[in-house]
């Protein structure tokens, strides 16, 4: 089952802020974050663990609510390179799947 | 390394066709997965195959057939071709089952007339 993101599309003028969210109704071993630029294959941005453990890089930061089965992403004084459309992916703590949401997409302008 | 290559790049099959493509990694990476990518609807997987022999179906595994012989390749092969079937399709692999980042072919794009 694909988890759920919001919001759907986002603006930003470079410097500014923005949260995107990503919901699931199953409980979770991981959550996820890939960005993807027109035309490109996604890529990976980070991975949150169950239990706490972060993998990742780039100044893009994120949290992982295991009880409430929630991510969220932050990016923070965004730059046009920032770009792009994000999915988060979760994998189920009792299977091996993972599954995509439909995308948030981010427009940076200057 | 070359990474995750895919081939074609760029398909057109005509309705009832029948077609392989093609997912090979470099990477000896365990897990291997498809995806198909519509406008509106994110990346949904196919099927999915946590090593050789040993192959899953994702959420929307009609119409399309896998199989895993060697840890390298990954093809998927479309039985029978419908407009439906007209996407972009993504072959990922990752280090581990579970909780690896995935890492993602150029992408197949897939017309059906």
């Known amino acids: 089952q694909q988890p759920v993101q919001s919001p759907q599309a986002v603006i930003l003028r470079e410097g500014e802020d923005a949260v995107i969210n990503c919901s699931s109704s199953?409980?979770?071993?991981?959550v996820h974050w890939y960005r993807q630029k027109h035309g490109e294959a996604p890529v990976f941005l980070m991975i949150?663990?169950?239990?706490?453990e972060q993998k990742g890089h780039e100044k893009i930061s994120a949290s992982f609510n295991e009880k409430k089965q929630q991510s969220s992403l932050y990016l923070t004084a965004s730059q046009l390179s920032y770009s792009g459309t994000y999915f988060c992916?979760?994998?189920?703590?009792?299977?091996?799947?993972?599954?995509f949401g439909a995308g948030t997409t981010v427009t940076v302008r200057a | 390394n070359a990474g995750v290559t895919q081939t074609p790049k760029f398909q057109v099959l005509k309705t009832g066709q029948s077609m392989t493509l093609q997912c090979a990694q470099d990477?000896?990476?365990?897990?291997m997965s498809w995806y198909r990518q519509d406008p509106g609807m994110g990346l949904r997987l196919i099927h999915y195959?946590?090593?050789?022999?040993?192959?899953d179906q994702g959420e929307v595994p009609n119409g399309y057939n896998v199989s895993r012989s060697t840890t390298e390749d990954f093809p998927l092969r479309l039985l029978s071709a419908a407009p439906s079937q007209t996407s972009v399709y993504f072959c990922?692999?990752?280090?581990?089952?579970?909780?690896?980042?995935?890492?993602f072919g150029p992408g197949t794009r897939l017309t059906v007339t």
């Open positions: 195959s946590v090593g050789a022999g040993i192959t």
């Open positions: 199953k409980a979770l071993y991981s």
């Open positions: 990477m000896n990476h365990e897990y």
């Open positions: 992916g979760t994998e189920g703590s009792n299977d091996y799947k993972l599954s």
């Open positions: 990922a692999s990752s280090r581990a089952d579970r909780g690896y980042e995935q890492y």
């Open positions: 949150l663990l169950k239990g706490g």
